[in-house]
């Protein structure tokens, strides 16, 4: 046993807080002698209690688990809080509650504490909430992916996103986009758009925490929330465990009558029939020497089976894919001497998710044009940490490099045929995805903390510095993408062939009976520059703190946090960066007694940069001739500041070219064969803002109380506001003038049998009219530039009772929370519907829910048994309503058809992403109506028995027990939600997609 005052090794800056209470007195008590002791990895240390009853350990390992007691005295009986976990970069909390001889006749008296999940914290204002790793083992969570269980957390749910990947959960209500993920209080973000580089499995999870508001000044880059994993390590004792887990799919699997919506794989692509899910992995941990060096791996493997329909003319087969996803991890812990001590941990992940061809309900693209997304990462991360007899010192570094390839093609020399009928509808598509993108990163952090205690003071100070080079190849496809529309002689010949799912462009010929040159081709475009280019970020944070308590019953947390982000500088001049990211913090907890605190703060917290904001306005922006005069007439117009540097704003991006008229079919020209500038005019070029961009800044408000009851009742309330300034939208620097369709001029051309909707429509061209430069050779429609002025607000108060098992057979955690988030603008890409009107577009969010009722119980009727039954019962999202874009004359009797939903003609719909893009229904404000309530229920049954020194665990989950239809409140790709109607406000809902029904998950595992 290490003896002393010395702690064991460390990750992450966890410290423990024990408080010495005379609860007859009801007052604190100084100059008790506190023991701290931790057996698996081998730690005793005693302190005594200052003059207001505490005393603090920092620098302590998050490895094993604590107990803290005072020994019986002459004074006292003895006090004892066992199983107290610590979680990486947070202080915890602990009361030990004397009891006076004299006032008891007993013989002895041990006040025992159960697990310390039901603590009140007397440390801060942070509003956070925790799952354990004992609390995840009961969870019915798929695929043992962490982030699958993270909406059973407060101000935590299943979050809509704007693209398949995006992440599943959001905080808060706001974009998921914008949280941070932190691993060991260390980056685990993807840069390019946001989002966990690595997944965490829970093999490696010894604790998930969820910080909403008024958080330390260590915490720094995000105005939102953040999600910080402590990953498990080694000890004294031999630990381990081997599994398998199965979800097998049909037949077992629910349905909602004859058709079976799609679902997520744990990647957030859709998928459907056919699909099952294959898990292994293994996880070991023990003493490489004891109490001196302790270990910890993981690793784990996940194969999908998932069945695609190629439904086209001549072929109607199933196509298999798979997708493969292994995860490993590391961790070594080791005690240099009573001061040093290191951790080196080490992330892996290998990521291969097929797109084979077909589609889910059948779909026209062949095997020929399938491809694979790739998101491949590592981790590297060494820390150091000294321990003086006050001052505690870490440093920090840490590697990771991602490689994201969303279309790695199958056939990547090949041009991209889309074969239509005679009627123009797409009817194959061959060759190739059609499209580029390979981003990769990588990025150095280095961490320097320190803290020192002075007096009833105790002083933090850091610096972390975070280094991403970004690279990216984007655009088009350089071989070429083409358009052919067949004749009925030749479609009927396509029809009757025999052919298999592997057609290539340059059979297409043979199987249609004629020479290439027959084929009629209707359009062609080229990539000219399918290049690799990006710029490199910095980020830079240093931040003050200090935790005083003035009195007794009151700790004071004052901080102070400074941020830079060299993105802000924006233009390739690189001169107007954002240097004043100051960001107080302050907050107040107040105990009323031993059981009872009070806790309020306010602090400004501010966002990093998006990267992918530089990188699309590099990708879609050009230098050519043409594009560079409109810029300067948008600066002659006091459109762009008179500052502007043309040259500095622009840059040459993706170009991708067409040809008038289309060349012979697979005859077209490649990027070699292009000289001199494309002279045609662009639908859209993007430039750099030229003031540079401000960091997105939010204020924090929080108020709230804890109450403890018992030793294992915890109750609480958090009322939270937060107003956030300075958030992402895009302006369009030549948009035209405004146009609007009212309902009144709705209602007077139905009124007139003579005319349609069709004619309120303003033409694109009459909209170009409009704009203030006119298109122009080599130039663009559209001009847009990312300015950082949009704003959101957030109320929202949360009730929460958690009950520990400590002793008893059942636990849970109740949670009600009752919020609204207006935003008027939701993601990067956010657009006003008309003329840059974006005091329109203010209200709900994408992921505002009015009410969330989360309920997890469970029951352990024998120390065999295990069951958790876990609900979750939210209010409906926003609906966003928009014109339909039926013919006139071929809609149905009764229907509103405009003939397009680009109603002024500015070309900013795009086929009906969630970003503000599309023009709404006549008369309807943004996001007008409400999906209906969604209930979710799971049930996890566990049942282990006694097997060679170790247990067997057999376990079964289902999901959406009852199941039921749920519209709303699953995590979806807004492309395919139901948050996009046709129709004016009120009017139906049209089903397009809903949550998984009944699923079965299986697994069987072995741990020591």
């Known amino acids: 046993m290490l003896a002393g005052l010395g702690p064991p090794p460390s990750h992450g800056q966890a410290a423990l807080e024990v408080h010495a209470f005379d609860v007859e007195a009801n007052a604190s008590v100084s100059g008790a002698v506190v023991h701290l002791v931790n057996e698996s990895i081998g730690v005793e240390a005693t302190r005594r209690t200052d003059d207001q009853g505490a005393t603090q350990w920092e620098g302590l390992s998050t490895g094993g688990t604590y107990s803290v007691f005072i020994e019986e005295s002459d004074q006292f009986y003895e006090a004892r809080v066992s199983g107290i976990e610590l979680r990486a970069d947070a202080t915890r909390s602990v009361t030990l509650l004397l009891r006076p001889v004299a006032a008891y006749e007993l013989d002895e008296v041990v006040v025992e504490g159960g697990r310390s999940v039901a603590e009140v914290n007397r440390v801060n204002a942070e509003v956070s909430s925790s799952l354990s790793a004992a609390s995840l083992e009961d969870l019915p969570v798929e695929g043992?992916?962490?982030?699958?269980?993270?909406?059973?957390?407060?101000?935590?749910?299943?979050?809509?996103?704007?693209?398949?990947?995006?992440?599943?959960?959001?905080?808060?209500?706001?974009?998921?986009?914008?949280?941070?993920?932190?691993?060991?209080?260390?980056?685990?973000?993807?840069?390019?758009?946001?989002?966990?580089?690595?997944?965490?499995?829970?093999?490696?999870?010894?604790?998930?925490?969820?910080l909403t508001s008024t958080y330390s000044a260590e915490y720094g880059r995000t105005g939102n929330g953040i999600f910080n994993v402590t990953t498990k390590s080694g000890g004294n004792e031999w630990t381990g465990e081997a599994f398998y887990l199965t979800r097998p799919g049909p037949p077992l699997d629910g349905a909602f009558g004859d058709e079976t919506p799609t679902q997520r794989d744990l990647s957030g692509n859709t998928v459907k029939s056919g699909f099952q899910r294959q898990q292994g992995g293994v996880t070991l941990g023990g003493p490489i020497v004891e109490d001196q060096t302790f270990f910890h791996v993981n690793v784990e493997h996940t194969t999908d089976f998932k069945d695609n329909l190629l439904d086209a003319p001549g072929v109607r087969e199933t196509i298999d894919g798979q997708n493969h996803l292994t995860y490993a991890s590391a961790r070594v812990d080791h005690r240099w001497n009573d001061q040093w001590r290191s951790t080196v941990r080490f992330n892996a992940n290998r990521v291969h998710l097929d797109n084979q061809g077909g589609g889910l309900t059948g779909g026209v693209t062949f095997a020929s044009a399938a491809s694979a997304e790739e998101r491949d990462g590592v981790h590297a991360a060494l820390q150091n940490t000294y321990v003086g007899e006050k001052l505690v010192y870490e440093s920090n570094l840490q590697y990771s490099r991602?490689?994201?390839?969303?279309?790695?093609?199958?056939?990547?020399?090949?041009?991209?045929?889309?074969?239509?009928?005679?009627?123009?509808?797409?009817?194959?598509?061959?060759?190739?995805?059609?499209?580029t993108f390979d981003s990769v990163e990588n990025t150095f952090q280095l961490q320097q903390k320190v803290s020192y205690p002075l007096g009833d003071h105790s002083l933090k100070a850091g610096a972390d510095v975070l280094l991403s080079d970004h690279r990216l190849t984007g655009g088009g496809n350089p071989n070429g993408n083409y358009t052919v529309r067949l004749r009925q002689s030749q479609f009927d010949r396509f029809r009757s062939a025999e052919i298999g799912p592997s057609l290539t462009p340059s059979e297409l010929p043979d199987v249609l009976g004629a020479n290439a040159q027959a084929l009629e081709v209707d359009n062609y475009r080229v990539e000219l520059r399918s290049s690799s280019f990006g710029v490199r970020q910095d980020l830079v944070g240093l931040y003050v703190e200090d935790e005083f308590s003035p009195a007794s019953d009151v700790t004071v947390t004052a901080g102070l946090r400074w941020d830079y982000d060299s993105l802000s500088e924006a233009t390739l001049g690189r001169e107007h960066g954002d240097w004043d990211n100051i960001a107080p913090r302050l907050s107040l907890n107040y105990s009323l007694d031993e059981r009872t605190t009070l806790r309020g703060g306010y602090g400004i917290f501010y966002d990093k940069i998006v990267y992918s904001v530089v990188s699309d306005a590099l990708q879609v922006n050009t230098n050519t001739e043409g594009f560079r005069a409109q810029v300067r007439d948008l600066v002659k117009q006091d459109r762009l500041p008179s500052h502007t540097a043309v040259g500095e704003v622009t840059f040459n991006g993706n170009r991708t070219l067409g040809q008038t008229p289309p060349p012979n079919y697979l005859q077209g020209p490649t990027a070699a064969d292009v000289e001199g500038t494309p002279t045609?005019?662009?639908?859209?070029?993007?430039?750099?803002?030229?003031?540079?961009?401000?960091?997105?800044?939010?204020?924090?408000?929080?108020?709230?109380?804890?109450?403890?009851f018992g030793d294992d009742l915890l109750a609480y309330v958090d009322l939270i506001h937060t107003r956030t300034f300075n958030l992402y939208r895009i302006r369009d620097l030549n948009a035209p003038t405004s146009f609007e369709i009212t309902e009144n001029d709705l209602e007077e051309v139905q009124s007139d049998p003579t005319r349609d909707p069709s004619d309120l429509v303003r033409s694109e061209e009459a909209a170009n009219d409009a704009r203030p430069v006119a298109p122009r050779p080599g130039g663009a429609r559209r001009i847009t530039m990312t300015e950082m002025k949009g704003e959101a607000r957030y109320w929202a108060a949360n009730v929460n009772l958690i009950k520990d098992r400590a002793g008893d057979v059942y636990s849970y955690r109740l949670s009600y929370t009752v919020s609204s988030r207006r935003n008027n603008t939701d993601d990067i890409n956010f657009r006003a519907e008309d003329a840059n009107d974006f005091e329109a577009e203010w209200g709900p969010s994408v992921n505002d829910r009015r009410h969330v009722i989360s309920a997890i119980g469970s029951a352990y009727p024998t120390d065999r048994l295990r069951v958790t039954l876990a609900s979750l019962l939210q209010s409906g999202q926003p609906i966003n309503r928009v014109p339909n874009a039926c013919d006139p004359e071929e809609g149905e009797e009764g229907e509103i058809c405009f003939g397009t939903r680009d109603l002024n003609g500015d070309g900013t719909y795009r086929g009906g992403q969630y970003v503000g893009d599309s023009d709404r229904f006549p008369g309807a404000s943004r996001n007008t109506d409400r999906l209906p309530w969604s209930y979710q229920f799971d049930l996890s049954l566990q049942y282990g028995w006694s097997v060679a020194g170790g247990r067997v665990i057999a376990r079964a989950d289902v999901f959406n027990v009852l199941n039921t239809e749920n519209l709303s409140g699953f995590a979806n790709s807004a492309t395919q939600s139901n948050q996009i109607q046709v129709g004016p406000p009120g009017s139906d809902i049209e089903e397009k997609n809903a949550g998984s029904p009944r699923q079965f998950q299986f697994g069987v595992r072995y741990e020591f």
């Open 144 to 210: 043992r992916n962490v982030t699958q269980s993270l909406y059973r957390l407060p101000n935590v749910t299943p979050s809509t996103g704007f693209f398949a990947e995006a992440p599943n959960v959001t905080i808060n209500g706001t974009n998921g986009l914008y949280t941070q993920y932190l691993v060991d209080g260390m980056d685990n973000n993807e840069q390019f758009l946001g989002g966990p580089q690595f997944d965490v499995p829970s093999g490696v999870v010894k604790d998930v925490t969820v």
């Open 680 to 708: 045609d005019v662009l639908g859209q070029a993007q430039i750099l803002n030229p003031n540079g961009y401000e960091n997105p800044e939010t204020h924090q408000f929080s108020l709230g109380a804890q109450r403890q």
């Open 402 to 435: 991602f490689n994201w390839d969303a279309g790695n093609p199958v056939n990547p020399n090949s041009p991209r045929v889309n074969v239509e009928g005679p009627d123009g509808t797409l009817r194959a598509a061959l060759g190739h995805p059609g499209f």
